[in-house]
């Protein structure tokens, strides 16, 4: 019976450790706010804001001091997630000798930057919503303007004008998978060890959205230059990571060797370098030549080339894989059960 209650219910008390673990964490991140806070204002009254030069009605510091706040925190929540993306391929590939502190070290400190990494997207979005109720720019009653601002900010696809119309409804996507799939550590034991793993690995597509949100909406990196330049070439040490993980994989039973007698695994990992090797590739080439998709000054920028109906489909078949993945990991897991151990 004990055992049942268990194996039912979510692992309280490790997620009870991680939070109080992820207390310093959190202060950090909270102070890097507070310091990328100072500097965007500090470049609004200055005159320098790439965000002001985009929208002028912001120039105003102080008045918009909660939107600069929300901007502060999307940052802060961007290089969390870089970081806590970086750890977890740290801790899933074969850990480099010059790294300190030991594997269990190393994974408790993903788990707790993960933790901080969802709490500062929600501050994100949250400060968003506290910020278009404050401006209430429709002149609404205090019902129209909660709603109205409710409906732009947390419900996917409700932003409906200029580039927020995808970039919302992706920072949002971004959000919402890293609740579940973040937290999904804390309820491995009711889905099982390879099932929690094949779920896990997911957890790349949030950091992917992320990234795809701010360069699409992130004002500071809106045009080109050494900005937008510098996020992209944040990406390669996560891409070179991943292929080192994928090549060299921690787990015995997840390097090629063990995988010979297993040609589906074998063909996905080997779609899995391949889709590796190509996103280093195309970062190189994106900084290279200079066509990063920013917007140059003084120039009209170029229509949105993805729709709202791209991502819902986009979503539709990343939540088919998702399912599947954890289908045949399940499957796969109850298999090994139900065969007897040799002695």
């Known amino acids: 019976m004990n055992g049942r209650r268990t194996r039912d219910t979510v692992d309280t008390a490790a997620l009870r450790a991680d939070l109080r673990a992820a207390v310093p964490d959190a202060t950090a991140a909270l102070v890097v706010t507070a310091v990328i806070f100072v500097w965007l204002y500090a470049r609004v009254e200055d005159g320098t804001s790439p965000t002001v030069e985009i929208m002028p ?4 510091a102080d008045t918009f001091a909660m939107y600069w706040l929300c901007q502060a925190f999307g940052w802060s929540a961007l290089l969390w997630a870089w970081l806590t ?17 030991s594997p269990a070290r190393l994974e408790r400190l993903h788990r707790t930057t993960s933790l901080t990494t969802v709490a500062l997207m929600f501050l994100h979005a949250a400060l968003f919503f506290a910020e278009l109720v404050r401006d209430n720019e429709n002149r609404l009653s205090w019902v129209g303007r909660v709603w109205s601002a409710f409906v732009d900010t947390f419900v996917p696809g409700g932003y409906a004008s200029g580039t927020g119309r995808v970039a919302v409804l992706i920072g949002l996507l971004a959000l919402y998978l890293a609740i579940p799939l973040g937290l999904a550590y804390y309820v491995r034991a009711r889905l099982g060890t390879r099932a929690w793993r094949a779920l896990h690995r997911f957890v790349l597509v949030v950091y992917v959205l992320s990234v795809w949100h701010t360069l699409l909406y992130g004002t500071n990196v809106w045009f080109d230059g050494w900005p937008r330049t510098t996020l992209w070439l944040a990406q390669l040490p996560p891409a070179a990571l991943l292929l080192v993980r994928l090549l060299a994989p921690a787990r015995p039973s997840e390097r090629v060797g063990a995988l ?23 970062v190189v080439a994106v900084v290279v030549s200079g066509r990063d998709g920013g917007r140059t000054r003084g120039v009209d920028g170029a229509g949105l080339t993805v729709t709202q109906g791209m991502v819902w489909t986009g979503l ?17 897991h109850h298999a090994r059960r139900r065969t007897p151990s040799r002695t």
């Open 57 to 60: 009605f912001l120039a105003d």
């Open 85 to 101: 993306t970086m750890l977890g391929l740290l801790r899933s590939g074969r850990p480099p000798r010059w790294l300190p502190g």
């Open 260 to 282: 010979r007698g297993r040609p589906l695994a074998l063909v996905r990992r080997v779609a899995a370098v391949a889709a590796a090797a190509a996103v280093i590739a195309s």
């Open 316 to 332: 539709a078949v990343f939540a088919v894989v998702l399912v599947v993945s954890v289908m045949l990991a399940r499957r796969a």
